[in-house]
């Protein structure tokens, strides 16, 4: 058997490379990104390497230091905020999670009148709206029982 003779064929650090860059392509975390990038380029180091393949050999050896260097970055930065939970115990909404814009609309010929403000209000692309118009009364078909009046 001779010295160098590696268990696995050299293909199979191809496969495991392109394998890893694969993965990266999936991670949300910068962080797991960086280092699968860091172990593809290992992988296709030894590739390249033991196939004689020189630019793909260069160009992991090059992008090793820039990898190490976005990971430092990375581990440097103060942890992300945890994200707001939509709800307490109950499941309820918070006061400050819940975006509501009201469609205030004039009494004669019920118009909006804040539109153009309304139009500003979208938050997270989506947009609830109450329609806020004078009612009087039983007016609304039965679903005002009773209008408070200062």
């Known amino acids: 058997m001779d010295a160098y003779a ?71 930065q103060p942890p992300a905020a945890p994200e707001p939970s939509v709800g307490g115990a109950d499941g309820d909404a918070a006061a400050e999670q819940v975006a509501v814009a009201v469609d205030v609309v004039h009494a004669a010929d019920r118009a909006p009148v804040l539109l153009p403000a309304q139009r500003r209000q979208r938050v997270g692309g989506l947009f609830a709206a109450v329609r806020v118009r004078p009612v009087a009364g039983d007016q609304a078909g039965g679903r005002v029982r009773r209008v408070l009046e200062r």
């Open 6 to 76: 590696l268990p696995l064929p050299p293909d199979a650090f191809g496969w495991l490379a392109a394998a890893l860059t694969w993965m990266t392509f999936f991670c949300r975390d910068m962080r797991r990104l960086r280092g699968l990038a860091l172990c593809a380029n290992a992988a296709f180091i030894a590739y390249a390497a033991l196939v004689q393949l020189w630019p793909v050999l260069m160009l992991h050896l090059a992008l090793v230091p820039v990898n190490l260097w976005r990971l430092t970055q990375v581990l440097r």
